[in-house]
């Protein structure tokens, strides 16, 4: 290819590249990496040394040199004379040369992404998902309330139409009242969805909050044959929470196992540490909630944390959905693996304390 060719494509991919020599002389600078980097290709071929590139960027490519391994590090700064500075991803990569015994570094190459682009997209996409999730929201609701309305609407017209019935006056009432009930809670559901301070957080033992739910959970069935296992996790098992919103969680996730189940079966719940995996720099638990239920089909899986979608016949579609949002409060999220007529296995993850 020609070398005209080579230095159009260079110049115009969405990377940063800078080729140095094994001494750290400049090599190569594309335009993408002067739009990063801020300074020009004529002013880094002057400098004498890689200083110009930042103390980090200094560090990495010593280590490198030192032990011929690919080095990455996450929004490096760049302080541009000119403009705002810049977040960039760095890799850098060391060209070793195969010809001897012994291989040894001829180049290095440093490539950069930068994360302004790339953050703005994210944000961008943040909100589109936002307001897809509240027009889902906006249009269940009024549907969700468009019902009890209907109710109590008709109701009342029979009231007014056969004020001297007190049969209908008494069966409209309840009517009335009933769908008041219902409308009411909808509300209250989503005064869990407000922003909570983790000020008012406390650290709380999990063993306890999911023997709690358990309780109150297989009070409501007491003709269905079920056995329930809870693997204990060690007393160490705290997270920083709000009680009640966590009791919500996994009221809602038992009793949907409780649900699935026809008249016998098993609710298995274990509680784990994971290490080898961090959140926000702290170890993971894992709330494992297992049932042998009829499952959920594969077609429907991917929606059962939206709003108002529901897989049971008579379900308003608010508990996973809010389930999911509770835990996204605590800095966790929740899982769902699924097979018809076997069962379903929720796991929960939050940030051990």
């Given at each position: ?19 140095l ?9 594309n335009?993408e ?7 020009s ?5 002057e400098?004498?040394?890689a ?5 980090e ?45 012994k ?11 930068d ?38 609407k ?50 709380m ?27 204990y ?9 709000d009680k ?19 008249k ?27 049932d ?19 897989t049971?016949k ?40």
């Open positions: 290819m020609d070398t005209e060719f080579k230095e159009i494509i260079l110049d115009n991919i969405r990377q940063g590249l800078i080729l020599d094994n001494k750290l002389n400049f090599y190569f600078m335009q990496a002067e739009n990063i980097l801020g300074i290709e004529k002013k880094l071929s400098s004498k040394n200083k110009i590139l930042g103390k960027i200094q560090n990495l490519l010593k280590d490198v040199l030192k032990n011929k391994k690919t080095r990455y590090a996450n929004e490096v700064e760049f302080k541009k004379a000119v403009g705002k500075p810049n977040n960039a991803s760095i890799n850098i990569k060391p060209i070793l040369n195969y010809e001897k015994a291989p040894r570094i001829e180049f290095v190459l440093i490539q950069m992404i994360l302004e682009g790339t953050q703005l997209l994210n944000k961008k996409t943040k909100f589109d998902e936002e307001e897809k999730l509240m027009s889902q929201l906006f249009y269940g609701l009024a549907h969700e309330i468009k019902n009890p309305l209907a109710g109590i008709g109701a009342a017209q029979l009231i007014r139409t056969n004020p001297n019935s007190k049969d209908i006056v008494k069966e409209c009432s309840e009517i009335i009242e009933k769908e008041a009930v219902r409308l009411s809670e909808l509300v209250n559901t989503f005064k869990y969805l407000q922003p909570h301070s983790k000020s008012n957080f406390k650290n033992n999990l063993n306890k909050i999911i023997e709690e739910s358990l309780g109150i959970c297989s009070n409501e069935y007491p003709k269905k044959d079920i056995n329930i296992v809870f693997n996790e060690s007393d160490s098992s705290q997270i920083l929470c009640s919103l966590l009791r919500i969680v996994l009221q809602n996730i038992i009793k949907n196992s409780y649900d699935s189940i026809n016998r079966g098993h609710i298995i719940i274990n509680l784990k540490t994971i290490k080898d995996f961090k959140l926000d720099n702290k170890n993971l638990l894992e709330i494992s909630i297992e042998s239920g009829k499952g959920i089909p594969k077609n429907e899986l991917g929606r059962i944390f939206q709003p108002f979608f529901s049971k008579n379900g308003q579609g608010i508990g996973l959905f809010l389930s999911q949002k509770i835990i996204n409060k605590f800095g966790g999220f929740i899982e769902v693996s699924s097979t018809l007529r076997k069962g379903s296995n929720f796991k929960i993850y939050l940030p051990q304390n």
